[in-house]
């Protein structure tokens, strides 16, 4: 089946510093989206991508959808202590499934 | 407008016990999800509703899990009985329909430790 790999699990930034995940897939897809979740919190959608790509941004939050469809980044840019937390994508696989990354856990040291 | 809600926020059992969890979606919002969440992963997929009906429950270990959505509205996941490794935070989202482009709205979840 359609796997989805994040990268890397772990980060840990001085503030100020910029944060880059991604999100790779074996099989195209119709889009995908992502989700922040902060520790003891539960996931809060942030954005989606359709179209080949795509850039969309919030902020200091940059997000790509590749060429193909297959891999999709997230970059922060001068990375405050209010990013902390652990970043998600989810897809649809080619099956209809629903699957989310491991994720990416961001940790700002002041 | 009200979140989803989940309850009860944290619950403590012993393995072998038998424990429900409940979720009251976002008003209005057709489709229901419960994940289940082991601590360092994501979101793990157990069933989704479309209103009452079942879309996907492929995840969802029908031994012992098993969940409802009789009216279409809100819903319970049970498992019975309860293993050590079925702790975890369980999280109950919504979205407007079952479409690839719904956003997911989630609830607090339910922190379940099994001893």
């Known amino acids: 089946g359609q796997q989805v790999m994040q990268i890397p699990q772990y980060q840990h930034v001085q503030e100020g510093e910029d944060f880059t995940t991604y999100c790779n897939s074996s099989t195209t897809l119709s889009n995908i989206q992502w989700y922040k979740q902060r520790p003891g919190g539960h996931p809060v959608f942030l954005i989606q991508?359709?179209?080949?790509?795509e850039v969309k941004k919030q902020k200091r939050l940059t997000f790509q959808f590749g060429e193909a469809k297959k891999n999709s980044s997230l970059h922060i840019t001068a990375t405050q202590t209010t990013d902390v937390g652990t970043y998600f994508c989810?897809?649809?696989?080619?099956?209809?499934?629903?699957?989310f990354g491991q994720g990416t856990e961001l940790s700002v040291k002041p | 407008e009200a979140g989803v809600a989940q309850s009860p926020r944290y619950k403590i059992i012993e393995k072998r016990q038998s424990v429900a969890f409940w979720c009251n979606p976002i008003?209005?919002?057709?489709?229901l999800y419960w994940y289940q969440q082991i601590l360092g992963q994501g979101p793990k997929l157990l069933i989704q509703?479309?209103?009452?009906?079942?879309?996907?429950d492929s995840q969802l270990p029908k031994d012992r899990f098993s969940a409802e959505r009789l009216k279409g509205v809100d819903s319970t996941l049970k498992i019975q009985p309860a293993k050590l490794e079925d702790s975890a935070v369980y999280l109950c989202?919504?979205?407007?329909?079952?479409?690839?482009?719904?956003?997911?709205?989630f609830g607090p979840g339910t922190r379940l430790l099994v001893l």
């Open positions: 989202a919504s979205s407007l329909e079952w479409q690839v482009q719904e956003t997911q709205y």
């Open positions: 989810r897809v649809y696989n080619q099956g209809g499934k629903l699957i």
């Open positions: 509703f479309q209103n009452n009906g079942v879309v996907d």
């Open positions: 008003s209005g919002h057709a489709t």
């Open positions: 991508l359709v179209k080949s790509g």
